[in-house]
Nanobody, 126 residues
Framework: VQLVESGGGLVQAGGSLRLSCSISGYTMQYYAVGWFRQAPGKEREGVSCITRGGGTTTYADSVKGRFTISRDNDKKTVYLQMNNLKPEDTGLYYC????????????????????WGQGTQVTVSS
């Protein structure tokens, strides 16, 4: 499976971006997907994750109420809608995938996800 992120860019505080994670190489419906970010000098952190069926989503406390994760299995794409962006949201955003059985809800931590994209940069100016 291969993942390609897009949609990053430079935006002012309070603005919005929508990130996309396109998945190819296998049937997307078997994979849980997560969004992670890494700011300079900081560890990678889980931002939001969604189960393979889309029934369960998790969010970091810092983005709850501002970010929304969703998936379209027909389009083989997972989205991260980011609203009311803050300078502290700046970082390199990655999507990652984990093949799971239907009932599993993986923790939204980077060590749970073995397959990663190359990342897309998000920069929020104050």
């Amino acid at each position: 499976v291969q993942l390609v992120e897009s949609g990053g860019g430079l935006v002012q505080a309070g603005g919005s971006l929508r990130l996309s994670c396109s998945i190819s190489g296998y049937t997307m419906q078997y994979y849980a997907v997560g969004w992670f970010r890494q700011a300079p000098g900081k560890e990678r952190e889980g931002v939001s994750c969604i189960t393979r069926g889309g029934g369960t989503t998790t969010y970091a406390d810092s983005v709850k109420g501002r970010f929304t994760i969703s998936r379209d299995n027909d389009k083989k794409t997972v989205y991260l809608q980011m609203n009311n962006l803050k300078p502290e949201d700046t970082g390199l955003y990655y999507c990652a995938a984990k093949r799971t059985i239907l009932t599993v809800v993986p923790a939204c931590t980077s060590d749970e996800y073995p397959t990663w994209g190359q990342g897309t940069q998000v920069t929020v100016s104050s």
